[in-house]
């Protein structure tokens, strides 16, 4: 019997999950009315239908993406995967216990049962299948066979994943705001917060006081903070080589950049911008002004001594555009053997034929003309590629 054949079975059980919040707050020190609230909102529902199974959402996007190259094509063609996401996707699929949503996990599971599993969400705080690890689960088996038993076992893989997303100062300080963008992304960081807010307020009780929030912290940057002193940060943080998008939104790339940082530089390691973080990146000097770290004289041919990949894969595609431009000129497609870069080059094409079918219906006509613009195309990409590589390491936004 399939796993998926196993969770259609049913018999999860719906139970108390207090005492697990319990030991949890207890654990880690943050109050156990914080996690019920985050718990009802994030949850969306119950775990289970009447029939005992596990809530589920597959997600052909997600599906497509953990698919093996030699069965997206397919998968595309069946309407079983999507390249992206998109309302269209959920079409046919009904509403929370629909049959049609198992029917379609079933189907996957039958082209193949990991991507399957990956790729839906379960229970009620519709957990991804590919989060098992952080979940503190070895395998994604484990993982929703673990899920389909009881409410107990959902609520302490959600708890586990907060924990081992780094959120434990965060549950203890009662930083909804930082919480919800981790788990939601940046979104409807303040929707989502405001009704944990309301929750909370409603749960409050003689036994439930409302966590007690750091003045300090708050007035921090930190996970889920925006607007432009959080982009000023990323620009500062980019200029010291800690390379992150500068959108103005304080997510887990620019923890992740605050933290090694702060690593780099001897500081308490928590990810917020407080007064030593600031003191520290304000006297920071860029990487490339460094003594002895200038980059100014380093060329392509350089990197490529070093062993750069970027470049090593570039020359090949150089090579191959070099190939492509000589046979289209000499006018002899029909007569070679297509094998090499050569290959690389016919497949190139095979891939843009199968999205551009009206536009490659000239391709088909001028064989030699389009292997010479294919060609000039290729040897453009790959210089444009070196040339992007080499401004990077000039910036230190590579290390090698």
Same mark, same amino acid.
């Given at each position: 019997?399939?796993?998926?054949?196993?969770?259609?079975?049913?018999?999860?059980?719906?139970?108390?999950?207090?005492?697990?919040?319990?030991?949890?707050?207890?654990?880690?020190?943050?109050?156990?009315?914080?996690?019920?609230?985050?718990?009802?909102?994030?949850?969306?529902?119950?775990?289970?239908?009447?029939?005992?199974?596990?809530?589920?959402?597959?997600? =052909?996007?997600?599906?497509?993406?953990?698919?093996?190259?030699?069965?997206?094509?397919?998968?595309?063609?069946?309407?079983?995967?999507?390249?992206?996401?998109?309302?269209?996707? &959920?079409?046919?699929?009904?509403?929370?216990?629909?049959?049609?949503?198992?029917?379609?996990?079933?189907?996957?599971?039958?082209?193949?049962?990991?991507?399957?599993?990956?790729?839906?969400?379960?229970?009620?705080?519709?957990?991804?299948?590919?989060?098992?690890?952080?979940?503190?689960?070895?395998?994604?088996?484990?993982?929703?066979?673990?899920?389909?038993?009881?409410?107990?076992?959902?609520?302490?893989?959600?708890?586990?994943?907060?924990?081992?997303?780094?959120?434990?100062?965060?549950?203890?300080?009662?930083?909804?705001?930082?919480?919800?963008?981790? &788990?939601?992304?940046?979104?409807?960081?303040?929707?989502?917060?405001?009704?944990?807010?309301?929750?909370?307020?409603?749960?409050?009780?003689?036994?439930?006081? =409302?966590?007690?929030?750091?003045?300090?912290?708050?007035?921090?940057?930190?996970?889920?903070?925006?607007?432009?002193?959080?982009?000023?940060?990323?620009?500062?943080?980019?200029?010291?080589? &800690?390379?992150?998008?500068?959108?103005?939104?304080?997510?887990?790339?620019?923890?992740?950049?605050?933290?090694?940082?702060?690593?780099?530089?001897?500081?308490?390691?928590?990810?917020?911008?407080?007064? =030593?973080?600031?003191?520290?990146?304000? %006297?920071?000097?860029?990487?490339?002004?460094?003594?002895?770290?200038? %980059?100014?004289?380093?060329?392509?041919?350089?990197?490529?001594?070093?062993?750069?990949?970027?470049?090593?894969?570039?020359?090949?595609?150089?090579?191959?555009?070099?190939?492509?431009?000589?046979?289209?000129?000499?006018?002899?497609?029909?007569?070679?053997?297509?094998?090499?870069?050569?290959?690389?080059?016919?497949?190139?094409?095979?891939?843009?034929?199968?999205?551009?079918?009206?536009?490659?219906?000239?391709?088909?006509?001028?064989?030699?003309?389009?292997?010479?613009?294919?060609?000039?195309?290729?040897? &453009?990409?790959?210089?444009?590629?070196?040339?992007?590589?080499?401004?990077?390491?000039?910036?230190?936004?590579?290390?090698?």
């Amino acid at each position: 019997m399939s796993i998926v054949e196993q969770l259609m079975e049913g018999g999860g059980k719906t139970i108390d999950v207090t005492p697990v919040l319990k030991e949890f707050s207890d654990r880690i020190g943050c109050d156990i009315a914080l996690l019920q609230a985050i718990l009802e909102v994030e949850s969306n529902g119950a775990d289970y239908d009447s029939q005992g199974r596990l809530i589920i959402l597959p997600e =052909k996007h997600i599906f497509y993406r953990k698919l093996p190259k030699s069965l997206k094509t397919k998968a595309l063609a069946s309407g079983l995967a999507a390249r992206s996401w998109s309302k269209s996707n &959920y079409k046919g699929l009904g509403a929370k216990g629909d049959d049609r949503r198992w029917a379609l996990l079933s189907k996957w599971s039958k082209v193949d049962e990991q991507a399957a599993l990956l790729s839906a969400s379960y229970a009620a705080p519709q957990i991804m299948g590919f989060n098992y690890k952080i979940c503190g689960f070895s395998s994604v088996t484990d993982f929703v066979l673990a899920l389909s038993k009881s409410s107990e076992q959902t609520s302490s893989a959600f708890l586990a994943y907060l924990e081992n997303c780094g959120l434990a100062d965060e549950l203890r300080d009662g930083d909804v705001p930082a919480i919800v963008r981790r &788990y939601n992304g940046s979104g409807q960081v303040e929707a989502y917060s405001a009704r944990i807010y309301r929750v909370l307020e409603e749960l409050k009780s003689d036994h439930a006081e =409302k966590p007690k929030k750091s003045p300090t912290r708050f007035s921090m940057l930190r996970l889920g903070s925006k607007g432009y002193r959080v982009k000023a940060l990323q620009q500062k943080l980019c200029e010291l080589g &800690y390379h992150v998008q500068p959108d103005g939104d304080f997510g887990p790339a620019t923890r992740r950049s605050i933290v090694a940082f702060q690593i780099d530089n001897g500081l308490k390691t928590d990810g917020l911008v407080g007064t =030593k973080t600031q003191a520290a990146l304000d %006297r920071a000097v860029p990487i490339g002004q460094q003594p002895g770290n200038s %980059r100014s004289d380093l060329s392509v041919k350089d990197l490529r001594k070093q062993g750069s990949q970027t470049v090593k894969q570039a020359d090949h595609l150089t090579l191959g555009g070099l190939m492509a431009l000589l046979f289209g000129s000499a006018g002899e497609l029909s007569n070679v053997q297509t094998d090499g870069w050569l290959s690389f080059v016919s497949n190139l094409i095979g891939e843009a034929k199968s999205r551009l079918g009206p536009v490659f219906s000239f391709v088909d006509d001028h064989r030699t003309a389009s292997l010479i613009l294919a060609g000039l195309f290729l040897v &453009y990409v790959a210089h444009r590629i070196k040339q992007r590589r080499l401004s990077d390491a000039k910036e230190w936004r590579h290390v090698g």
